[in-house]
T-cell receptor
């Protein structure tokens, strides 16, 4: 299945953080979502063939990478208090939308 | 602006009865709809989907109904089981647009034994 690391993370405002995701075997598309407390997941961006393939309403300090083995990283610079959330990674077969997305358990980020 | 809305934060149902979870959307470009189920400390798990060319899709105990004119969909679970207790998210997207999903805020279903 989809795995994410670390499980929990505490950072202070202004710091930078890197979250990691290993996609399900055979999947080459990775999407990242942010889930704030009491809200549904919000789309951050998607990577397909190591290129960004769609982006939600998030500032450029949210960036990502996809590696040759299709795993992915989410980087957030200049952390703000509002970045505290559960970050979910989902993998799927190639776009278009319609292919089931398999979610990892998430990384809980707390910004103090 | 919340494009997908789940107006009931919680729902309690007796075991064996029907659970009906509702979802409304505002964007007429959405043509693909999904329901996800989430247990604590786990990621959302895909449950069932429907495209806008259909108005009903069934998978075992789960049925999703789509009313395009009302921009409304619902998930029916019959019969409800205690193991169905979880948070249910409705999600929507466009098959011809960007490859992202818009989620509702979720409904916590509790099935009482």
């Amino acid at each position: 299945g989809v795995t994410q690391s670390p499980t929990h993370l505490i950072k202070t405002r202004g710091q930078q953080v890197t979250l990691r995701c290993s996609s399900q075997s055979g999947h080459n598309t990775v999407s990242w979502y942010q889930q704030a407390l009491g809200q549904g997941p919000q789309f951050i961006f998607q990577y397909y063939r190591k290129e960004e393939n769609g982006r939600g309403n998030f500032p450029p300090r949210f960036s990502g990478l996809q590696f040759p083995n299709d795993s992915s990283e989410l980087n957030v610079n200049a952390l703000e208090l509002d970045d505290s959330a559960l970050y979910l990674c989902a993998s799927s077969l190639a776009p278009p939308l319609g292919n089931e997305q398999f979610f990892g358990p998430g990384t809980r980020l707390t910004v103090l | 602006d919340q494009q997908v809305k789940q107006n009931s934060p919680s729902l309690s149902v007796q075991e064996g009865r029907i659970s009906i979870l509702n979802c409304d959307y505002t964007n007429s470009m959405f043509d693909y709809f999904l329901w996800y189920k989430k247990y604590p400390a786990e990621g959302p798990t895909f449950l069932i989907s429907i495209s806008s060319i259909k108005d009903k899709n069934e998978d075992g105990r789960f049925t999703v109904f789509l009313n395009k004119s009302a921009k409304h969909l619902s998930l029916h679970i019959v019969p409800s089981q205690p193991g169905d207790s979880a948070v249910y998210f409705c999600a929507a997207g466009s098959l011809t647009g960007a490859n992202n999903l818009f989620f509702g805020t979720g409904t916590r279903l509790t099935v009482i034994p």
